[in-house]
């Protein structure tokens, strides 16, 4: 279901959750979950708050213009994610936010694996990631799974606390960067303990997963013992 239709069909079950009541209201917020895609919070959140007008998702569903965008870099070996959220994608905007993000990082970067977008695929990022001697690869076309860190943090670190709507000013982009810049970057990798897959194990039919003990990305830089972490110390 794209955007726009996910907005008509909030709309009608707005009215309907509204005058429903008991089971019937449980009924329908399963439905919506089911229907749009919805996580049943961000749901009862959604009927329960704000009556959507036409005017109002006329302006969100529209493609026209520049709008905000969030850029998630994670390390793989850690767990360790930095966001940055900029107006475009265009090439010079994605360069610039990698460049902020790298300087905040407690490790260098090496590489960098992108998807295929041409806001990673040029030549203006090709140049810089030589200069500064990032190698720079890309997962494979239309295979999301190549990138399956990525997309899990463009739910826990932008879906779950943004939601979906656009934002398409500059107060709202700067907003956005200093949650992401403070708040939403120590919260998550110096507080968020979280497992890491070690190995597979076939027990019979049955193929069982043995995790690590939950860790904080922060913990991970510290134990791999070549990170820069002194300055998150205190």
């Known amino acids: 279901m794209g955007h726009e239709a996910k907005w008509e069909y909030f709309r009608v079950m707005y009215g309907r959750y509204s005058k429903a009541k008991g089971t019937e209201r449980s009924r329908l917020l399963d439905e919506f979950c ?21 005017e109002r998702v006329k302006r969100r569903n529209s493609a026209h213009g520049e709008f905000a965008h969030s850029l998630n870099v994670t390390d793989i070996h850690t767990g360790w994610t930095e966001s940055a959220a900029l107006v475009g994608k265009s090439e010079v905007a994605v360069q610039a936010a990698l460049e902020e993000i790298r300087g905040g990082l407690p490790f260098r970067l090496l590489g960098v694996d992108s998807d295929n977008g041409s806001e990673f695929i040029n030549w203006h990022l090709k140049r810089w990631c030589d200069q500064e001697q990032i190698q720079l ?5 239309y295979k999301k799974d190549d990138n399956a860190h990525i997309e899990q943090k463009n739910w826990t670190h932008v879906r779950k606390l943004l939601g979906w709507e656009r934002c398409d000013s500059r107060a709202a982009v700067d907003a956005i960067n200093a949650v992401y810049r403070q708040e ?9 303990p979280s497992v890491k897959l070690v190995k597979k194990v076939r027990v019979g039919s049955k193929l069982r997963r043995v995790y690590s003990p939950a860790q904080t990305p922060f913990e991970r830089v510290l134990a791999w013992g070549q990170g820069t972490a002194d300055e998150w110390r205190s």
């Open 137 to 141: 690869s890309r997962g494979r076309p």
């Open 184 to 192: 939403l970057r120590l919260w998550m990798n110096l507080y968020q």
């Open 34 to 54: 089911v229907t749009a895609g919805y996580h049943r919070k961000y749901a009862i959140r959604l009927l329960n708050g704000v009556a959507p007008d036409k």
